[in-house]
C-alpha cells in the first residue's frame, strides 16, 4: 500500500510539473496538437499507478518526452508562419457580411444549430448584425459586428474619460499583500489609515481590499 501511495505521489507531482512546464492555458484555449500531449500525459501516468510491476521511470520518461516535442511545436509555432498554419491551422471565416459561408461550414463539419449558439453565447441574436464570424484555431467563435451594431463606445460621443488602471489586490482573506504595496509605493500605515476611517481595525476583519481601476481604495469585510 505505502509503494502504491509513493508511487501515485511521485507520478502526481512529475505531471504537475509536466503541466506547469506547457504554461497556463485554459482548456478552451488549448491547441489540438497540446490537447493531445495532455491526453496522453495523463493516461501514461496511470498506467505505472495502476500496474506496480511496471517501473516508474518507464512512465516518468515519456511524458518528459511529450512535453519536449510540445515545446519545440510551440517554438516552431512562434517563429514561424507556414509551421503555424501546418501545426495549428487557421482561422475560418464562416460568416461574411451577415451571410454564412456554407462550403466552409461543410469543410469544417460545423452546423448551423453549432453557430447559433455560439453567437447566442456572445449575445448576438441576428446574423444580420454580424459582419465576420471567425472560428478560431483553438475552436472559440469572434465575433466582428457591423458599425451600427457595435456597443457605444465613449469616443462616439466624444467624450474621453481618464485611463483605466490594473486593480491591485491589497488584502485577500485577511491578508496583506505586501509587495503590492510596495509596487505602489504604499505601507501598511496608509492601509490602516484607510481602514480607520471606517472603524476598521483588524486586517483579518477584511475579506478583500484593493485599489480599483480607478485608483480608489476598496473593501469588503469577512461576514
Known sequence: MILVIVRTLILYLTTLIALRIMGKKQIAQLQPYELVVIIMI?????????NTNIPLINGIIPIFILIASEITLSYISLKSIRGRGIICGKPSIIIKNSEIMEDELRRLRYNINDLLEQLRLKNVNNISDVAYAILETSGQLSIILKSPNRPLQPRDMDIFPPPELMPISLIIDGQVI????????LGLDWLKME????GIQDFKAILFACLDSQGKFFYQIKS
Open 42 to 50: 495523463a493516461e501514461l501516468a496511470a498506467i505505472p499507478m495502476q
Open 195 to 198: 481602514l480607520e476611517k471606517d
Open 178 to 185: 505586501k509587495e503590492n504595496l510596495e509596487q505602489l509605493d
